[in-house]
C-alpha cells in the first residue's frame, strides 16, 4: 500500500471521529453556559496527563534540543486550543450537523498559510480544490436558512486556529529529526496536549 493511500485512510479515519466527537460536544456544551469551559480545560487536562503518563514509552534516545522544536510545539499546540475554544462556542449557537460541514474552510485557510508561511507551491489543480471547498461552504451556508453573522464569524475563528495548528503539526515533525517521521508524528501529539494540559491547568 502506497504512503498516499495511507495518509487518505488516516485521513478518513481522523474525519470521522472528530464528526462524532462534535456531536457528543454539542450534547455536553448544550447543557448550560459553562460547559462548554468546562470541557475545554478538563478535558485538555486529562489529555495532558495521559499523553505525560505515556511519553517516557514514546521518548526517542536521539531526542533533539528543546530550542529545535519549541516554536512549532507552541504554535501548534496554541492554534488547537484557539480552535477548540471558539468550536466549542460555536457549537452553542448552531447544531453540530451544520458546524461540520463549514470545517471545510479550514482548506483554504491552511492553503493560504502553507503557501504564506512555510513557501509551499500549491499546483493550479490544488487551488481548484480549493475554490471546490469554499464554493461549498458558500453553499452550505443557505442550507437550513442562512447562518448568522456571529456563527459565522464564530466558525471562522475556529478554522484559523486549526489551520494554524496544522500548518504547524508538519513544522513540528520536521523539527523533531532524526527521529522517524511515524514515531515524531506520535511524540508530537503527546507532547502537544501535554503543553496544552499545562496551559489550561492554572484555569481548571
Known sequence: MSTLA??????????????ATYLQSRHFVGRDCEGRWRLLLLGHVIQGGVSLAVLPWLWPAEMPALRQYAFPLVMDAGGYLVGQAF????????????????????????????????????????????????GAAWL????????????????????????????????????????????????????????CGVAVLPLS
Open 140 to 195: 452550505l451556508n443557505w442550507t437550513g436558512g442562512r447562518l448568522p453573522a456571529r456563527a459565522v464569524g464564530t466558525i471562522l475563528l475556529t478554522c484559523a486556529g486549526y489551520a494554524t495548528s496544522d500548518v504547524y503539526i508538519r513544522a513540528l515533525i520536521d523539527s523533531l529529526a532524526p527521529v522517524p517521521r511515524l514515531h515524531a508524528a506520535i511524540l508530537g501529539v503527546a507532547l502537544s496536549y501535554i503543553v
Open 6 to 19: 495511507i495518509g487518505i485512510g488516516f485521513g478518513l479515519a481522523a474525519a470521522t471521529c472528530q464528526s
Open 87 to 134: 468550536l466549542f462556542s460555536a457549537l452553542r449557537q448552531i447544531e453540530a450537523s451544520r458546524v461540520a460541514p463549514f470545517l471545510s474552510i479550514k482548506i483554504v485557510l491552511l492553503a493560504l498559510l502553507s503557501w504564506l508561511l512555510m513557501g509551499t507551491q500549491i499546483t493550479g489543480w490544488q487551488w481548484l480544490a480549493v475554490g471546490v471547498a469554499m
